[in-house]
């Protein structure tokens, strides 16, 4: 059974676009939702996390979390070229504990 | 702004042999992470170390795999002797007991 399901796309998008990425989870004991943005063969690199159901928001950035229906989202507001990377989702259950990934969504933003 | 600092960027190493992937972490952390990621795959979790032992680990880290923290800085992952599926890039990662964890550049392994 995979832990956390991701789209891996690619997703392609002009800019200026919003952005929808999405991952499921089927681990009821997930109380930790990161993203994570990827350039290529580069370490993962923190955009934002939450704790529990809700929503956050960091600039042109906003995480959803809805633990009821085991879905998480990242928007990405007024996307530009610069966002083209991979972004990936995590999770865990408990602080200090392992994070588990999704596989990797591949955007393209297009000026 | 800290960072998680990884040496070497690219091991290539023969099959059989032992590599010692290196990472300092960012000095106020607590709770040390490695992971690895296969090309086109998951990044995956090996171990997690803190309060100088293995608080966790995935059931790729076997016994060929070991991790040390021998100087308060520096942490390290050996693989004893390299197999050509052990090729991936590895990451170091850390945090301060938040989720809020912050991921090294990463070490490409290559076994030939």
């Known amino acids: 059974q995979k832990e956390v399901e991701q789209d891996p796309g690619p997703l392609s998008v002009p800019e200026g676009a919003i952005v929808s990425l999405n991952c499921t989870y089927s681990n009821s004991a997930f109380q930790y939702f990161m993203w994570y943005r990827q350039y290529s063969r580069k370490g993962p690199e923190l955009l934002m996390y939450t704790y529990s159901s809700g929503n956050k928001e960091d600039g042109r950035f906003t995480a959803q979390v809805d633990k009821s229906s085991k879905y998480i989202s990242l928007f990405i507001r007024d996307s530009q070229p610069s966002d083209s990377a991979t972004y990936l989702c995590?999770?865990?259950?408990?602080?200090?504990?392992?994070?588990?990934f999704g596989t990797g969504t591949s955007l393209t933003v297009i000026p | 702004e800290p960072e998680v600092t990884q040496t070497p960027s690219h091991q290539v190493t023969q099959m059989g042999q032992e590599v010692i992937l290196r990472c300092v972490p960012i000095s106020n952390h607590l709770y040390f992470y490695w992971y690895r990621q296969i090309l086109g795959q998951k990044v995956e979790f090996l171990v997690s170390f803190y309060n100088n032992e293995i608080s966790e680990k995935s059931e790729i880290f076997d016994d060929q795999f070991s991790v040390e923290r021998p100087d308060g800085s520096n942490f390290t992952l050996k693989i004893r002797s390299t197999k050509l599926e052990d090729s991936a890039m590895y990451f170091c990662?850390?945090?301060?007991?938040?989720?809020?964890?912050?991921f090294g550049q990463g070490t490409r392994l290559t076994v030939v």
């Open positions: 995590a999770m865990s259950a408990i602080e200090g504990n392992q994070f588990y």
């Open positions: 990662a850390g945090d301060s007991g938040t989720p809020e964890a912050f």
